[in-house]
């Protein structure tokens, strides 16, 4: 059932993202998602970037008209959510890579949280295309985790994509455990690095996802649908059983290659 709440607060995090912050009760864990709707317009899958207590919040990234006007909303304005659906991450590994591209930050930093205030260790490789869209730095040093920090252009950390420090680091180092989100090439490679050291990666994989309930076969991942069966999957069963990181789908659930 979809529930209609206020905006209580907006944050611009990078040029092209935004946070909103709304009330929200239901309990969730960190990689789950919620469908947001606005008012005459389209659902989004959006997974939260704040799950704790009644305050949860999604951070949103310009790409389609939809995500735009979500962008363009202010404090007061209404939205609906249903949700949370889907599985999120194990948080009892005690040393995790923690690999994020882009907005996938936006999944990875909850999870992170909760696992530093239990007592795990994190390392972050954080990658975007220039220094003014890296999401989330200063939280993920605010955990007291070690922020290792990739940009396409150069702009800030390393020069490239933030899987070369992601391969260095895990050769680097042991970990008990990969924790990924970006564009899927990105995760697989991060995947196949982590498959090399004998550390388990966990993946959290994006599809078009219309219903979130399994019926409207959108968000289907071979045998899986992202909505049920993710978004978080442990990326073995992703290389055995389906087409991860080399297609992805259109809106219309078409099969496209990369």
């Known amino acids: 059932m979809r529930t209609v ?20 009760a239901p309990e969730a864990v ?80 909850p999870a992170a949280e909760l696992a530093s205030r239990r007592g795990s260790r994190l390392t972050v490789a954080l990658g975007a295309t220039t220094d003014s869209e890296l999401l989330f730095a200063g939280r993920f040093r605010a955990m007291d985790a070690e922020v290792v920090i990739a940009t396409d252009d150069g702009s800030a950390g390393e020069h490239g994509f933030v899987t070369a420090p992601a391969a260095r680091l895990l050769e680097e180092r042991p970990f008990d455990a990969v924790w990924t989100c970006g564009p899927e090439v990105m995760m697989a490679k991060v995947a196949q690095s982590a498959r090399a050291r004998g550390v388990p990666a966990f993946c959290s994989v994006e599809r078009h996802m219309k219903c979130a309930l399994g019926m409207c076969d959108a968000c289907a991942l071979g045998p899986y649908h992202v909505c049920l069966e993710g978004p978080v999957f442990e990326a073995e069963r992703l290389f055995a059983e389906t087409e991860f990181g080399r297609f992805h789908r259109d809106a219309s659930g078409r099969r496209q290659p990369g």
Do not use: N
């Open 5 to 24: 709440v206020p905006v209580d607060e907006t944050a611009e995090e990078t040029p092209s993202t935004v946070t909103l912050r709304f009330r929200y």
């Open 30 to 109: 960190p990689g789950q998602f919620v469908m947001l709707w606005m008012p005459g317009d389209d659902e989004l899958p959006m997974s939260l970037s704040y799950t704790e207590g009644a305050s949860k919040g999604v951070t949103v990234k310009a790409m389609g008209d939809t995500s735009r006007k979500v962008l363009s909303l202010r404090r007061g304005a209404l939205i609906g959510v249903r949700g949370p659906y889907g599985h999120g991450f194990d948080l009892t590994p005690r040393r995790v890579l923690v690999v994020a591209g882009g907005s996938g930050a936006a999944v990875l930093a």
